[in-house]
């Protein structure tokens, strides 16, 4: 076990911890080993203290390379096998005492063993000393080496390297405190990765004398793991509820030219479905709505009891066999639970600590939300969350009554909000739903050349309620509020969440009924008054969009369009007559050309000539025809322009 004991953890919910250790010593360094996976954090993080008043001179950790690397230039190199035999092959040349049995010893300079271990028996191996004051070279057996003085200052520090290194070898590095001599209490604290800690409610609810209400005891159990490569004992433990921002930041690579290594973490959502907590105005808060009647069972199935069977523990016993010793403490957007007692916890163990023992009112609820679970409700258990903790996200289990009746995830809630627990099916009940859109126009008003039109886009949607229980229920209709829309000609809701709004229904026994929601929201958008249609325009004045002066206005200058465009069409008509005159005229023209004057040629060009100046004449007269379209065009366009601005 390390010399520097954890004594407190603080755990979190997003995958690392915060460790202290401390004890009293005495001495000049201290060394902690970690994983290597600890090892970007621990830099991040890394305080330490003497609460005795000495001074931390430094902190020295290994570099992360290669044991080749590490190695590289020193003398000494040691195997797994014949350590000590090896030791002397390094240190050849290096002056040494030699401690050997019977009190003898033997110094100079190592010549070093004669064989290798492979060849003889180890102890039989031949050990050579050249001594100082004979000139000599002594021999004795390495069976008879007892012990081994290194004289040379250069061969003890290689040696002290490379057992330095072989300890920081694979997946554990070892961390050097450097300290001032004297005695110290050394607190050292860090950042490192854990295991998110978990938790565990039960709910332990007794029926009251009021339908659908009562109170209930709930107990939650903080889960932790010690993955650590060591007991820990009696130490004091904080479980934080919340989400710290926090990072891996590359600080143990040395001269790497990478960005740092930024992980957002996020959470992993649950299957088991959930729902929102209620919105109240301020007025309303604290003030608790009147418990409902509720179909009977919530889709429970009633149990057989055997008629001698002991009585369930009631929530009293169960809070008295469990006292909770936390203390909670907000810690601005975070929340701590301070576990009162010490916890003793073995090297790759697990722990369960209660962290919450409270007696709560509650009322139950049957909710229906297609989207999460079609076709039934859901009955719940809601309470307003009065611990004085916050709650953290983590499966309940619901007993009702001494009996187990289903379980659910209660959400993360704060002091003083709701818990909603959606714990059991209502099979009794089914719930089947319609949806459809239409577009009515609200308003008509004509500006300009356009009319300028007012319309509800409206959505609908029916839920149609089938109760084949025996007793009447209210159920609780979630409705999705979408952006923009307003709910008309539906009834009150009962009360809102931030994304939902819940309607009362009351479901008579062996019967059904429809609760129908509406929403609309208003659009608008316009269209040429001269795209319109004579029975259109006579449409909107029937249902009230116009009044019969604007229709008059209206229809005036759709009448004085249509005859724009027919002196248009006539315009067009002339052009192409025109274009008529002038190719036969081409023809003419070109006969001629191929025509002699006298003879017979001669009448026949004198009977193209007359064509050609007759249709000179049609061209005249098509003219004339086209400048007075064009008149009548320039004073329809003007009555359209001064009425366009009486409008």
Known sequence: MTTVPIVHMTLYKHGVGFFERRARLSGTEVTLPFQVEVMNDLLKSLTVIDLEGGQVL??????????????????????????????????RGRRIVLRLDQGET????????????????????????????????????????????????????DLRFFLQTALSQGNTRVVTIRLTPGA???????????????????LVAESGTEPGAGRA?????????????????????????????????????????????????????AAPMEFEAVRRPKAMRGAQPEADTLAAGF?????????????????????????????????GELFQYNIGTPVTVGRGQSAMVPII???????????????????HPVATLRFKNRTGLTLERGPVTVIEDGEYVGEAILPFTTTEGEGVVPYAVELGIRIREQSGSSTETRAL???????QFEEWDVRWRTYQVTNTTDKAANVLIE??????????????????????????????????TTLKVQERRLLRRREELQQQSYEGLQQYLQRGLLDRQTLDKALKLLLLWDTLRDYEKKIAAVDQERQAVYKAQQQLRENLQALASTGKEGELRARYVAQLEASEGQLQALAQREAELKANIEKVKQEIEARLKNL
């Open 184 to 202: 110290h209490e050394l607190s050292v604290r860090y950042v490192a990765p854990a295991p998110t800690w978990r938790v565990s409610y039960r």
């Open 106 to 157: 033997l110094s100079g300079l190592l010549v070093g063993p004669d064989e290798a271990p492979e060849r003889q028996p180890l102890a039989t191996t031949l050990i050579s000393v050249l001594q100082d004051a004979e000139n000599r070279v002594q021999v004795t057996p390495l069976g008879r080496v007892q012990g081994l003085e290194i004289l040379d200052e250069q061969g003890g520090r």
């Open 217 to 269: 005891l709930l107990q939650g159990w903080g889960l932790f793991d010690n993955c650590l490569e060591e007991d820990l004992q009696e130490i004091s433990l904080s479980l934080v509820a919340g989400m710290p921002i926090s990072f891996v930041y590359d600080l143990y690579t040395p001269f790497t030219p990478e960005r740092p290594l930024v992980k957002e973490e996020a959470r992993v959502a």
């Open 58 to 91: 430094g902190i020295d950790y290994a570099t992360p390379q290669t044991r080749e690397e590490q190695l590289e230039g020193c003398t000494v190199r040691l195997s797994d096998q014949h350590s000590l035999y090896d030791l002397l092959v390094s240190l």
């Open 299 to 331: 889709g429970v199935a009633a149990m057989m009891r055997v008629p001698m069977a002991p009585a369930p523990p009631s929530r009293e016993a169960i809070a008295q066999a469990a006292p909770v010793m936390t203390e909670g403490k907000a810690l």
């Open 445 to 451: 008003e004509l500006k300009g050349i356009y009319l």
């Open 357 to 375: 023992s409270e007696e709560l009112e509650y009322r139950k609820d049957l909710l229906y939300n297609g989207a999460r679970l079609a076709a």
């Open 479 to 512: 409705h999705p509020r979408t952006a923009n829309f307003e709910i008309f000609n539906t009834p009150a809701p009962h009360e809102q969440t931030a994304e939902m709004v819940r309607f009362k229904v009351n479901a008579p026994s062996q019967g059904e």
